[in-house]
């Protein structure tokens, strides 16, 4: 079946930079385009950062864009999402996702699977 599984969450410093990763299995990796979403206490889940099946096509939310890199590995089976010049605004659960197609954006409707996440925590 297929399974999504992020790592790499962690407490760092407002500047500092993290790298989650997500490790998918029970598919066919290099089909399926993949995304990034994460969700603060309280608020809704919001739109990251999403990649296309090859990796040549990405797209980023307005918040995170020149601040955070998504990237692929197919032969590995694995997305990662680099963090850079973290805020405290960045506090959330953060969460991949498989696309339904090769080609996904920042509609959740877009996707059918979805990890459990793990916390990423900027302090100020």
């Known amino acids: 079946q297929v399974q999504l599984a992020e790592s790499g969450g962690g407490l760092v410093q407002a500047g500092d930079s993290l790298r989650l990763s997500c490790a998918a299995s029970?598919?066919?990796?290099?089909?399926?385009?993949m995304g990034w979403f994460r969700q603060a206490p309280g608020k809704e889940r919001e739109f990251v950062a999403a990649i296309n099946l090859s990796g040549g096509g990405t797209v980023y939310a307005d918040s995170v864009k020149g601040r955070f890199t998504i990237s692929r590995d197919n032969a590995k089976n694995t997305v990662a999402l680099q963090m850079s010049s973290l805020k405290p605004e960045d506090t959330a659960v953060y969460s991949c996702?498989?696309?339904?197609?090769?080609?996904?954006?920042?509609?959740?409707?877009?996707?059918?699977?979805w990890g459990r996440g793990t916390q990423g925590t900027v302090s100020s």
């Open positions: 996702a498989r696309g339904r197609t090769g080609f996904v954006g920042s509609n959740p409707n877009l996707y059918d699977y």
């Open positions: 029970g598919f066919t990796f290099s089909s399926y385009g």
